[in-house]
């Protein structure tokens, strides 16, 4: 099909150029648009004077004087004059309106719309959604609004909807929805069935969704549910090297293997489950939580892959890569998003993930970015075979969530002015930004080129000089499951640039989405086509649909930029947000990068502990945490109440340093050779600090 006639509207500014994708170009559309023009008129097209209308001189019947014809042939000349300024007129004046509208479009691209308007239709799209998941198929995992049915995907319910849909219902202020899902929560929801889940969609999902409701309400419940949670989740991880099975049944809390891919674990599954854990950790003062997930990435960074490239399977018996397909899509997208998210969540303190993150950027810039044809729209390919093997121009949807990791590993989460300020600013940032304001635009291209409006699952780049369009659709990959990609990279963008550019864009497609996949009772569901209209629906709405593309859409409309502040928060893959917080004593960096002749390269933020912390006594939940934040204002976690320095002399003692003469430390140091725990000294100086 032409995408550029399959909108309506000037077709020809789809195929704008990827290096400008935020301005108008005047002269390009003034010129094709002249060039339609002359096409389509004769009058200008030609300049052979002979295919002109013939005026003769004189009438075909009868005879008359000169006299007369003159005045007859005056006559024509006259009208036929009128004729040709009429049309010059006409012309001049559709084609300035048109171009005032359209500069008056880019340059002030929001001006006509209202976004908290914007924001309250994304609102009642959420309500209406919920609405009918609550009539039809209230407490099920999958809900299918054509048969207005649900379904659980064991024996009880994991809560695969409601549990996601906790923090949105929070966020969006929708309080008679958000009580009955917490009635719910607390009554009818427990994890100890006989059942196997995937490890890495419960941990982003349910795991993800009970910590994000408990940061944004500090209800106690949500941490219990979590807790129980994580706890039955630890069992995947009893595998020869400490990588998670796939797998883990909730009652015995045994890992198993995946059922296909020869028992090989994706690399996404494996390396997404930090930010949850880690968090877990913090709330709980449990270190096993945060030691567990610590160690797939040293597992993981140890496998010395080229670049920072990962292949998309390893193998939990031997924590070993077991192909070479390299993707940012499907099973390998959120590794790379995790390295900078654990950076970001410890406020800067764990420079390994940093590390890590930028050795992955130049992979990605070196190996996987290329551009399309015509138009020059940047794009992330696969290497099915490795570096070394050709370039495939396929690219997921799922991609579509790297431009705002690009934008937020250049900015660390503030706007762009700020951060251009800082001095740690450099040309390598300036690219990274420039990055992803082009990759999000090819994303937008992958919605606005399609005759629905909406993206297809995947596109194939076409990158051969004579093609006339830019990508390609097969036929098995032109549905769409209403994916958050796209728009959660718009969010990111808009916050931090504040180019009002992104907003329109997500408006377009919010629209779209309105549109097409709204049903005639009000439900909302997945497209099996988006290049067709009348599109038809597939039966299914997925739990993302409200855990992350309207939460997005709802924050990108939103005005008041202290929701959620994007340097004080952070997005799981689940878009659920978690808090940044600061290292202390009780969590460390256990581990160091080395390269391929077992020489560290990155230190350790923090040493290691060489007493273990005693699991036995923990210490009750983090203080800090249970202060209610305000629901519309979610803050960063406060200074800690613990004497932290004194925490501190206390991790020193237990390195090499144990020389001292301050008192406190050699009242220290004799608890610790009298056999005192840890966590007993700790709780002590916590108590002479009240």
């Known amino acids: 099909m032409s995408f550029s006639q399959s909108k309506p509207g000037f077709g020809l500014r789809h195929h704008s150029n990827s290096n400008n994708n935020n301005t108008f170009n005047f002269n390009s559309q003034e010129q094709s648009y002249w060039k339609a023009v002359r096409n389509s008129i004769p009058s200008l097209n030609n300049n052979n004077k002979n295919s002109l209308p013939l005026y003769k001189d004189k009438p075909v019947n009868g005879s008359s004087s000169s006299s007369s014809n003159l005045k007859s042939q005056r006559k024509k000349v006259m009208i036929f004059k009128g004729v040709i300024l009429l049309l010059i007129f006409y012309l001049f004046y559709y084609l300035g309106t048109f171009i005032k509208y359209e500069l008056l479009q880019e340059s002030h691209p929001s001006d006509s719309i209202d976004w908290n308007k914007a924001k309250l239709e994304v609102k009642q799209v959420f309500k209406e959604s919920w ?127 995946s059922h296909a891919d020869g028992g090989a674990s994706s690399t996404a599954e494996v390396s997404t489950l930090q930010l949850e854990f880690k968090y877990l950790a913090k709330l709980t003062g449990e270190s096993l939580y945060w030691e567990k997930v ?124 700020e951060a251009r300020k800082s001095s740690n600013w450099s040309p390598l940032k300036e690219e990274d930004l420039l990055l992803a304001k082009d990759i999000t635009h090819t994303c937008y291209q992958m919605y606005h080129q399609t005759a629905t409006g909406l993206s297809p699952e995947i596109v194939v780049f076409n990158t051969n000089l004579d093609s006339n369009e830019d990508f390609y659709i097969k036929p098995n990959d032109r549905h769409n499951l209403q994916r958050p990609e796209t728009v959660e990279s718009l969010f990111i963008l808009y916050r931090i640039t504040k180019d009002p550019i992104y907003r329109k864009w997500g408006y377009e497609i919010f629209q779209n989405f309105v549109k097409f996949t709204k049903t005639n009772d009000g439900s909302y569901t997945s497209l099996k086509d988006v290049t067709s209209i009348p599109p038809k629906f597939e039966d299914n709405m997925e739990s993302f649909w409200l855990a992350e593309t309207l939460k997005y859409l709802y924050l990108l409309f939103e005005d008041d930029e202290s929701i959620l502040p994007l340097d004080q928060v952070i997005f799981n893959t689940e878009a659920h947000p978690l808090p940044r917080f600061s290292m202390n004593p009780l969590f460390k960096t256990g581990w160091s990068r080395t390269n391929l002749n077992g020489i560290k390269q990155v230190n350790n933020a923090r040493e290691e502990l060489n007493v273990p912390i005693d699991q036995s006594k923990k210490s009750n939940v983090d203080q800090q945490q249970l202060e209610q934040p305000k629901i519309n204002t979610p803050i960063a976690e406060k200074p800690a ?35 005192e725990s840890t966590n007993d000294i700790i709780e002590e100086l916590i108590q002479q600090d009240v």
């Open 294 to 417: 610590e160690n797939i990435m040293k597992i993981l960074d140890d496998n010395h892959a080229t670049d920072g490239l990962v292949p998309i399977f390893v193998h939990p018996d031997t924590g070993k890569y077991v192909n070479n397909l390299i993707r940012l899509g499907s099973r390998g997208d959120s590794y790379y998003e995790y390295l900078l998210k654990q950076y970001l969540q410890t406020e800067e303190t764990e420079p390994i993930y940093n590390s890590m993150y930028q050795q992955s950027v130049r992979g990605i810039k070196d190996h996987l970015l290329k551009k399309s044809k015509p138009s020059g729209l940047a794009f992330l390919g696969e290497r099915e075979r490795g570096i070394s093997g050709p370039l495939s121009n396929k690219m997921d949807h799922l991609v579509c969530f790297i431009g705002g990791l690009f934008a937020l590993g250049a900015t660390e989460g503030v706007s762009e002015l």
């Open 641 to 675: 109440k613990p004497a932290l320095k004194q925490l501190e002399e206390l991790a020193k003692l237990q390195t090499n340093d144990q020389s001292t003469d301050d008192p406190i430390k050699l009242e220290i140091k004799e608890k610790l050779q009298n056999g």
């Open 131 to 257: 609405a009918n998941y609550e009539k039809d198929a209230w407490g099920k995992d999958v809900y299918k609004p054509l048969s207005k049915k649900g379904e659980n995907m064991g024996p009880l319910p994991l809560g695969w909807i409601i549990v996601d849909s906790l923090d949105s219902l929070l966020i969006m202020g929708l309080d008679e929805e958000y009580k009955t899902a917490e009635s719910w929560v607390a009554n009818e929801l427990t994890y100890d069935f006989d059942y196997e889940v995937n490890v890495f969609e419960t941990t982003i999902r349910m795991l993800g969704g009970l910590l994000s409701a408990f940061y944004l309400s500090q209800n106690d419940m949500y941490l219990e549910k979590a807790t129980d949670l994580g706890n039955r989740i630890l069992g995947a991880f009893d595998s020869p090297s400490g990588l998670p099975y796939a797998s883990v049944n909730l009652h015995t809390k045994r890992g198993k293997r």
